[in-house]
């Protein structure tokens, strides 16, 4: 069964802490992506890649960075954690351009708590 | 700009009581509509793609229907276990392959 792992299902960090959020695919897809999830705001887009070594901002990069040296793994980086980073992370993967599918295959998403 | 809009942002039935989602949306032109189950604490889980105006797709007590401006998601006979959050999203002809998702309805089915 095709998937998209993330790392971890729940992390609880310290303001100010360095944190790191792992993604991984086996579908050999071109592009993955980083939302944020929170009531009554639905899915916003962090970043975005298209392909190994490429990043493109999305709706709310701030505070954000994001890593991709393997088509399989996209990392997510939250520079300095803050309390207003509490969120579940969702990353999602799909194929390339013109060819649709299942649209995006997500993970099972990270709960973090910025404390 | 491409907008999806939900309705309603939430929907309590009885178990066996059918109902619809809608999902109304603009795109400069359609390449795909996407459906999407959310459990609590969980990622979305794909359900259906449509392409075009009157594709249905089924599974289950779960039927999606298009038209050039909405989507629905029937539901005939819940159970409890259909209760979880359902996302629409569409992806633009001109849009690369980013999705623009709907807000959700989360539905409750109590038995």
């Known amino acids: 069964d095709v998937k998209v792992t993330q790392s971890s299902r729940y992390l609880v960090k310290r303001t100010g802490e360095k944190v790191f959020l792992e993604c991984v695919q086996d579908m050999d897809h071109e592009n993955m992506f980083w939302y944020r999830q929170d009531p009554g705001l639905g899915l916003r887009l962090i970043y975005f890649s298209y392909d190994v070594k490429m990043k493109e901002k999305g709706d709310i990069p701030e505070g954000y960075s994001v890593s991709r040296e393997k088509k399989e793994r996209f990392s997510l980086i939250l520079e300095s954690a803050s309390t207003n980073q509490t969120s579940m992370y969702l990353c999602?993967?799909?194929?390339?351009?013109?060819?649709?599918?299942?649209?995006?295959?997500f993970g099972s998403g990270t709960r973090l708590t910025v404390v | 700009e491409d907008q999806v809009t939900q309705s309603p942002e939430a929907l309590r039935l009885q178990e066996g009581e059918s109902s619809s989602l809608n999902c109304s949306y603009t795109v400069s032109g359609l390449r795909g509509l996407f459906w999407y189950r959310q459990d609590p604490g969980k990622g979305p889980e794909f359900l259906f793609t449509?392409?075009?105006a009157g594709e249905e797709k089924e599974k289950e007590r779960l039927k999606a229907t298009l038209t050039k401006k909405e989507s629905f998601l029937h539901i005939t006979a819940p159970k409890p276990e259909d209760s979880a959050t359902y996302l629409c999203?569409?992806?633009?002809?001109?849009?690369?392959?980013?999705?623009?998702f709907g807000g959700g309805t989360r539905l409750m089915v109590k038995p």
């Open positions: 999203a569409v992806q633009a002809l001109n849009a690369g392959n980013m999705l623009t």
């Open positions: 449509l392409y075009s």
């Open positions: 999602a993967s799909s194929l390339g351009i013109g060819r649709t599918g299942n649209g995006y295959t």
